[in-house]
């Protein structure tokens, strides 16, 4: 799509970069959450497996925050 064509909608509409940075802290926080309470249940159930989930589990956090880290470049860029 037209980056250009969307920034004009979304200025239409009033969607600012704040909401736009709100709306993936939100989703960036429940998703860390979940792998949080799912690496916690999984060594529960199996704790010799407590380093293969560990490495997992950072790495899947690490992703989610990334969709933050995303919205606040696009957020400081306007859209």
Do not use: C, D, W
Not at 28 to 45: F, H, P, T, W
Not at 56 to 75: C, D, F, G, V
């Amino acid at each position: 799509m037209n980056p250009h064509l969307i920034a004009e909608a979304a200025a239409a509409a009033g969607v600012t970069g704040s909401f736009t940075l709100g709306m993936a802290g939100a989703g960036a926080g429940i998703g860390i959450g979940l792998i949080g309470a799912k690496a916690a249940e999984a060594v529960g159930r199996n704790p010799g497996a407590f380093g293969k989930v560990l490495t997992l589990s950072m790495i899947a956090m690490a992703l989610a925050e990334s969709i933050a880290i995303y919205a606040l470049i696009r957020a400081f860029q306007g859209f």
